[in-house]
Nanobody
Framework: QVQLVESGGGLVQAGGSLRLSCAAS????????MGWYRQAPGKQRELVAV???????NYADSVKGRFTISRDNAKNTVYLQMNSLKAEDTAVYYC?????????????WGQGTQVTVSS
C-alpha cells in the first residue's frame, strides 16, 4: 500500500500564492506519473497538472502560466506552486500517483486539501 499526504492548502486572497506538497510513503516500488486534480462544489474532479517521472509537466489550460508542478523523486514528493490565484481556483485539491509494484500499475489518491481564494 502507498499513502499520499497533502499539505499546504488554505485561504488566500485573489492574486496571492500557495504551495501544495504531497508526500508518498509506504511500500513504494516505483512511482511513475504524479499529478494534482481538483474538485469544486457541484463540479466533477478535473486534472490540474501532471508530471512524469522524468520531470515533463502538462497543465490544464486554465492554469498554464500560473501554476508550476515539480517533483523530488528521492523524497517521493510532488509540489504545486500556485501563483496569481483566482476565485475560480477554489476547490479541494487531490494528489494522485501512478505506482508500479513490479507487476502492475495502480492509482493512489490523497485525502485532499482545501484551497479557498477570496475575491
Amino acid at each position: 500500500q502507498v499513502q499520499l499526504v497533502e499539505s499546504g492548502g488554505g485561504l488566500v486572497q485573489a492574486g496571492g500564492s500557495l504551495r501544495l506538497s504531497c508526500a508518498a510513503s509506504g511500500s513504494i516500488f516505483r512511482i511513475n506519473a504524479m499529478g494534482w486534480y481538483r474538485q469544486a462544489p457541484g463540479k466533477q474532479r478535473e486534472l490540474v497538472a501532471v508530471i512524469s517521472r522524468g520531470g515533463s509537466p502538462n497543465y490544464a489550460d486554465s492554469v498554464k502560466g500560473r501554476f508550476t508542478i515539480s517533483r523530488d523523486n528521492a523524497k517521493n514528493t510532488v509540489y504545486l506552486q500556485m501563483n496569481s490565484l483566482k476565485a475560480e481556483d477554489t476547490a479541494v485539491y487531490y494528489c494522485n500517483a501512478d505506482h508500479w509494484n513490479g507487476l502492475s500499475n495502480r492509482d493512489y489518491w490523497g485525502q485532499g486539501t482545501q484551497v479557498t481564494v477570496s475575491s
